[in-house]
């Protein structure tokens, strides 16, 4: 019974690039939330998506930030022209409803040179 | 904006002794607690919740209290083992329906031999 995976768990990337975080759900589950952890702080809410829909993105930066949810394969959280200080771990959790416990995957620890 | 807190970074217990770790919010409108504990390197592990409707909550070793009237929750784990050392995060939800989870800092909980 697989849990949350998230690939990659590491990635760098240069200021400037583009960095694509994935996503794949605990089976049954159809609701995904991204959170970003910065370095001695809590994680931080960033967006929540059912499948094709983005429900909530009160968290996510206004520009080059986007996220996804399609109706085959994984979450995709995508940033645009990266720049240090988004060097981050970003968590992906996923639900089986909108009420139930949210359960967290591995992460992905980007760095930006 | 800190809406929850956790102001003890850090916390050591002796094996066997009971570990308590605190959390306060600020927005009454949180109808649902959870506690997430987190290895280095690993993602956040569901640990135990409570709704609001409730002041305690067990499981286990796991028992979390919560004190509307104070906005505050602890959770207790008795007895402390070695394998409890990790970082520990108290989330709250439910703010306007939003099923996003805002998160503590987090307290590292050192279980000594």
């Known amino acids: 019974n697989a849990g949350v995976m998230q690939n990659p768990r590491h990635l760098v990337r240069r200021r400037g690039q583009e960095a694509r975080l994935r996503c794949s759900p605990m089976?049954?589950?159809?609701?995904v939330y991204w959170y970003r952890q910065l370095p001695e702080e809590g994680l931080k809410f960033m967006v929540y998506?059912?499948?094709?829909?983005?429900?909530?993105e009160s968290g996510m930066p206004k520009e080059r930030f986007s996220a996804e949810f399609p109706k085959e394969g994984p979450s995709i959280l995508r940033i645009q022209q990266v720049v240090r200080g988004d060097s981050a771990a970003y968590f992906c959790?996923?639900?089986?409803?909108?009420?139930?416990?949210?359960?967290f995957g591995p992460g992905t620890r980007l760095l930006v040179l | 904006d800190q809406q929850v807190k956790q102001n003890s970074p850090s916390l050591s217990v002796q094996e066997g002794r009971i570990s308590i770790l605190n959390c306060d919010y600020t927005?009454?409108?949180?109808?649902?607690f959870l506690w997430y504990k987190k290895y280095p390197a690993e993602g956040p592990t569901f640990l135990i919740s409570?709704?609001?409707?409730?002041d305690k909550n067990e499981d286990g070793r796991f028992t979390v209290f919560l004190n509307k009237s104070a906005k505050h929750l602890s959770l207790h784990i008795v007895p402390s083992q070695p394998g409890d050392s990790a970082v520990y995060f108290c989330?709250?939800?439910?703010?306007?329906?939003?099923?996003?989870?805002?998160f503590g800092q987090g307290t590292r909980l050192t279980i000594n031999p």
């Open positions: 959790a996923s639900s089986r409803d909108r009420q139930e416990t949210q359960y």
């Open positions: 089976k049954g589950h159809s609701h």
């Open positions: 998506l059912q499948k094709e829909n983005i429900i909530d």
């Open positions: 927005n009454s409108m949180f109808d649902y």
């Open positions: 409570i709704s609001s409707i409730k």
């Open positions: 989330a709250a939800r439910g703010v306007q329906g939003a099923q996003k989870l805002v």
